[in-house]
């Protein structure tokens, strides 16, 4: 089940852009770490950043890097100036709560979201994988979804994904 805010989102995503999903990246922590280094030496070294999704949880994915900034609502729109000059546009924004920026490192896709750390979605989203580093079993199954996905549209991807997600954080509610 699918929350309204989801469904807009979901129904917005390419009915035609295929996802291919590919075995973990074992080289992922070193280039995240790099992509980190960066962003610290713009930002400042104390500045919390994290590596997300499938590549920090070890298993397969599609293909790419999730770092997160997550910030304080009051503080949000201070960083993203900065982000800019360091990653240029950004590709999505949805003011307030996320902003995405795409960069590489060694040819490797790195999604960098600067995220609003009171907003329901990134604490919906820490919780969830939390929830999968300590229940290894939801972890495969988590895995083996993704795989079942290889090919299916982009918006067929993600609804089937946060379906799961959803299902997950019902559980422990």
């Given at each position: 089940m699918l929350?309204?805010?989801q469904e807009e989102w979901i129904s917005h995503l390419s009915t035609n852009f295929k996802i291919?999903?590919?075995p973990f990246d074992k080289s992922a922590e070193e280039k995240f770490q790099k992509v980190k280094s960066i962003i610290r030496e713009k930002l400042g070294k104390d500045k919390?950043?994290?590596?997300?999704g499938s590549t920090s949880l070890g298993i397969s994915g599609q293909d790419e890097i999730d770092v997160y900034i997550p910030v304080a609502k009051n503080d949000f729109n201070k960083y993203i100036n900065p982000l800019i000059e360091l990653f240029g546009e950004p590709r999505s924004n949805y003011p307030m709560e996320r902003i995405r920026f795409v960069t590489d490192?060694?040819?490797?896709?790195?999604?960098?979201?600067?995220?609003?750390?009171?907003?329901?979605g990134w604490i919906n989203s820490f919780k969830f994988e939390n929830y999968l580093r300590e229940h290894k079993d939801c972890l495969k199954e988590y895995e083996d979804l993704k795989r079942s996905l290889n090919g299916e549209s982009l918006q067929n991807y993600y609804r089937k994904k946060t379906e799961f997600i959803n299902n997950i954080l019902g559980r422990n509610n």
């Open positions: 929350t309204k805010k291919e999903i590919i919390e950043i994290k590596h997300c490192i060694e040819e490797k896709h790195i999604d960098v979201f600067l995220i609003n750390k009171e907003d329901e």
